[in-house]
């Protein structure tokens, strides 16, 4: 159904047949969330859902006689007021006033979307009424404040997802302060919820963690400057009883890459409030009278079926509305980067003979990583000095990127735009770009990786890397950039920033890193970014607006990177998520997991290698040329398909002595799946894994045929040569109610099936059947 915005008197009802939400001006001007949830019928007055008996023990409102604030459920509660709980915008006056009381002053509903300025933000595809979403704006005003405030909503046609972000303008004489603006809240009238959230750390990103809420606050932030790997801007609430296929729950996320907050505060009086927005710890945005400020944009999604139902509507919702045509849709480029395979040792002459090895086994893009540029040899030197270092690239990087396009591939570079080392030309001409106190001497600011971040708050240090890196991009003929980010901003301080606005430098800051994207892409409108901060530390909705994919780990481990994905699975399309087959031993954890493994992993997102071709013997190039015919088939249903999350790596299970882990993908029409299933250790006569699958139809029959992808030939569509083991065909039902019983690996076999050993993958691949079994 498509998105309707029924208007009562003092009510809104925002519905598309999947979720409702209802919001009541209550008569002293409070905006109420009457209602956020599965779909329900309109009524003209929905005002006996809310709760407005007042307790003795609270106060009353100034503003709104006969009523207690902290006892209503707020659309956007500002503080300063007699709600004493955590609230969404915190803006003071002249005078240091903070009792801001907003009042509704008037709405407009809007076919589409409205931009957000100067930060990503979903779109709608289509225009006026074709438009595939409907936005309601409500205004509030507080007159005697002089503050105006817009909350603007948009949901989505047949997904179960709203996005929400506020204006705040300054409408008095004199300037204001805002303190915090968060883009969503959201209150509950009950607490009887678990909190998901997912964190980690350097090479172990977007770990599941799942705890009930507790009275009081609890949540995940970042101070860093970025989205960052030790938590996700992602927090989700769903019931106990709730896991992967069944039970509500909901997410929020941030279309935003900066420091965040995502938090829940559970009140005396078991209700939950739900807040997601930039973080207030370190922030405060000076307002002059008539100037705006714009937050970013929350999505907020709903699930009745559990949590493969909350990421599949995130992923529908990013590739529908947020990712960047083409690649919103089609298969990536597999690539080989340089970076496990050489490191920073490399010359035109190597790199040459690597893209030629690559070629011949079916790669498609050689990616040069860290160390063409300056005289970059080691991590202390040359960021900022984006020219080729012509020690190892005499001529520029010219004559190898055309040679690599003679082959027949696509060339990409990496890049970390934001750094500047001590030791580059570009310090010695500008050391003011530098971002920190100057108080401090530069060893000082936080040192990571030996580098300095520049100061992306600045119009002219924004301006010269769009220039200097645009040219390199433009001149060489590159098709696809790594936009790295290394460390996190400390003594965030910047020098282009009077006193009064130091508070503004984080935001500014990622103001500044979308800035240049934007120039970067405007300019370069086929240029493919991938999105990269040492691994998953930059993974959020709002660098994938930009970059339609990410590195999201340096841990090139398959059983580290199955939970890796798993994780990541819960809010980015896993198309979106960028997996490399790296060499053994592992350069993190120096396990030797078998190349079908590490394949078997890598396929399930945008593939490619990360090793030296040319070092591989004869049986690996014909295995990994095996694997990459497997991704170039299986590729469109990664970036296409509906991904299903089957059983966790972070939930071990009776009788065995590590969790398994498994997925699948389906394709639109249900005529085509992909699944994959993980071991970490072998058990010793241990229990049957039965796989129960999801996502098929019920009705079809499949014939279900196991892969070995470095042995099976992707091309042989009959599924009927070497590598491949058909199972009886059977139907979908069956598939899903009584599963595929996991047995032949797995009993004991005296010798005879020779166990996989720890770390074994097992892939199947469904196809509709017509015929009759
Ligand atoms: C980071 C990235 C790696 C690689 C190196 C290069 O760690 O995550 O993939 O690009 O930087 O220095």
């Known amino acids: 159904m498509e998105t309707r915005i029924i208007t009562h008197d003092g009510q809104f009802h925002v519905t598309n047949g999947l979720v409702s939400h209802v919001i009541r001006i209550l008569p002293g001007g409070e905006p109420n969330t009457i209602y956020f949830g599965p779909a329900i019928h309109d009524r003209d007055d929905f005002s006996d859902l809310q709760e407005l008996a007042v307790r003795d023990t609270l106060q009353t409102d100034a503003g709104h006689p006969g009523l207690s604030l902290e006892q209503i459920r707020r659309e956007y509660p500002q503080g300063g007021s007699s709600d004493l709980r955590p609230c969404a915008l915190d803006v003071g006056d002249a005078a240091g006033s903070h009792a801001v009381k907003l009042a509704y002053d008037a709405y407009r509903i809007v076919s589409g979307k409205v931009p957000l300025d100067g930060l990503p933000s979903t779109f709608a595809n289509g225009t006026g009424d074709d438009a595939d979403c409907a936005t309601l704006e409500i205004d509030l005003a507080?007159?005697?404040?002089?503050?105006?405030?817009?909350?603007?909503?948009?949901?989505?046609?047949?997904?179960?997802?709203?996005?929400r972000s506020v204006r705040v303008t300054n409408v008095s004489h004199l300037p204001q302060t805002v303190e915090s603006a968060y883009s969503a809240s959201l209150d509950l009238p009950d607490a009887d919820w678990d909190m998901l959230t997912l964190t980690g750390a350097w090479a172990r990103e977007a770990h599941v963690e799942r705890t009930p809420l507790r009275t009081g606050l609890q949540g995940v932030s970042s101070i860093r400057g970025h989205s960052s790997q030790h938590a996700n801007p992602y927090l989700a609430l769903a019931r106990p009883n709730a896991d992967e296929m069944q039970g509500e729950a909901m997410a929020a996320t941030l279309v935003y890459s900066g420091n965040f907050d995502a938090s829940v505060f559970v009140d005396s009086y078991a209700r939950t409030r739900l807040r997601i927005g930039i973080n207030p710890e370190?922030?405060?945005?000076?307002?002059?009278?008539?100037?705006?400020?714009?937050?970013?944009?929350?999505?907020?999604?709903?699930?009745?079926?559990?949590?493969?139902?909350?990421?599949?509507?995130?992923?529908?919702?990013?590739?529908?509305?947020?990712?960047?045509?083409?690649?919103?849709?089609?298969?990536?480029?597999?690539?080989?980067?340089?970076?496990?395979?050489?490191?920073?040792?490399?010359?035109?002459?190597?790199?040459?003979?690597?893209?030629?090895?690559?070629?011949?086994?079916?790669?498609?893009?050689?990616?040069?990583?860290?160390?063409?540029?300056?005289?970059?040899?080691?991590?202390?030197?040359?960021?900022?000095?984006?020219?080729?270092?012509?020690?190892?690239?005499?001529?520029?990087?010219?004559?190898?990127?055309?040679?690599?396009?003679?082959?027949?591939?696509?060339?990409?570079?990496?890049?970390?735009?934001?750094?500047?080392?001590?030791?580059?030309?570009?310090?010695?001409?500008?050391?003011?770009?530098?971002?920190?106190?100057?108080?401090?001497?530069?060893?000082?600011?936080?040192?990571?990786?030996?580098?300095?971040?520049?100061?992306?708050?600045?119009?002219?240090?924004?301006?010269?890397?769009?220039?200097?890196?645009?040219?390199?991009?433009?001149?060489?003929?590159?098709?696809?950039?790594?936009?790295?980010?290394?460390?996190?901003?400390?003594?965030?301080?910047?020098?282009?920033?009077?006193?009064?606005?130091?508070?503004?430098?984080?935001?500014?800051?990622?103001?500044?890193?979308?800035?240049?994207?934007?120039?970067?892409?405007?300019?370069?409108?086929?240029?493919?970014i991938e999105s990269c901060a040492s691994g998953g530390a930059r993974v959020d909705a709002g660098t994938l607006a930009y970059a339609p994919q990410a590195w999201i780990s340096d841990d090139t481990d398959a059983l580290e990177r199955v939970k890796i994905q798993y994780g990541t699975s819960m809010m980015y399309p896993v198309g979106a998520c960028s997996n490399h087959v790296s060499a053994v031993p592992n350069e993190e954890t120096g396990r030797r997991l078998p190349l079908k493994m590490r394949g078997d992993v890598a396929l399930f997102g945008t593939f490619g290698y990360e090793l030296d071709p040319a070092l591989l013997d004869d049986g690996e190039c014909a295995r990994i040329s095996r694997q990459i015919d497997w991704s170039k088939r299986l590729g469109p249903l990664m970036r296409s398909g509906t991904f299903w999350r089957l059983r966790s790596p972070f939930a071990p299970r009776p009788g065995f002595d590590a969790a398994d882990a498994a997925w699948m993908v389906v394709s639109a029409d249900r005529r085509n799946a992909v699944v994959g299933w993980y071991r970490a250790l072998t058990g010793v006569n241990a229990p049957v894994p039965w796989l129960r699958l999801a996502g098929l139809d019920a009705d079809m029959r499949y014939a279900v045929t196991e892969v070995d992808t470095a042995v099976a030939d992707a091309g042989d569509t009959a599924m009927a040569g070497r590598g491949f083991t058909p199972w009886r065909p059977r139907y979908g039902d069956e598939l899903m109610h009584a599963g595929l019983p996991l047995t032949d690996r797995t009993t004991v076999t005296w010798g005879r099936d020779p166990f996989p050993g720890d770390g074994s993958s097992r892939l199947f691949i469904l196809t509709a059947v017509d015929a009759s079994l």
Not at 142 to 163: I, K, W
Not at 357 to 385: C, I, N, P, T
């Open 142 to 163: 507080d007159a005697s404040f002089g503050l105006r405030v817009t909350l603007s909503e948009t949901m989505f046609d047949g997904l179960p997802v709203v996005a």
């Open 282 to 528: 370190p922030f405060s945005w000076r307002l002059a009278p008539g100037e705006t400020f714009q937050t970013p944009e929350a999505i907020l999604a709903y699930s009745g079926a559990g949590f493969n139902g909350l990421s599949q509507a995130l992923h529908a919702l990013y590739r529908r509305n947020l990712i960047r045509r083409p690649w919103n849709a089609c298969r990536s480029p597999i690539v080989v980067n340089t970076w496990e395979a050489v490191h920073m040792a490399m010359d035109e002459t190597s790199l040459t003979a690597m893209a030629r090895s690559a070629k011949e086994l079916g790669m498609e893009m050689l990616v040069v990583d860290d160390g063409w540029f300056g005289h970059r040899d080691r991590a202390d030197s040359s960021l900022g000095d984006w020219f080729a270092d012509r020690r190892k690239f005499p001529n520029g990087l010219k004559p190898l990127a055309d040679a690599v396009h003679r082959m027949g591939m696509g060339f990409g570079l990496w890049f970390e735009p934001e750094m500047i080392s001590e030791d580059s030309d570009l310090y010695r001409t500008h050391p003011d770009w530098v971002l920190g106190d100057p108080r401090l001497p530069l060893h000082a600011l936080g040192v990571q990786r030996c580098q300095y971040v520049l100061d992306m708050t600045r119009p002219d240090v924004v301006a010269y890397l769009r220039r200097t890196i645009g040219d390199v991009i433009g001149k060489a003929g590159v098709d696809y950039i790594k936009w790295d980010m290394n460390r996190s901003l400390s003594e965030a301080y910047s020098r282009a920033l009077p006193p009064d606005r130091q508070g503004e430098v984080f935001h500014r800051y990622a103001l500044g890193y979308y800035r240049l994207l934007h120039g970067l892409a405007a300019r370069f409108p086929d240029l493919l």
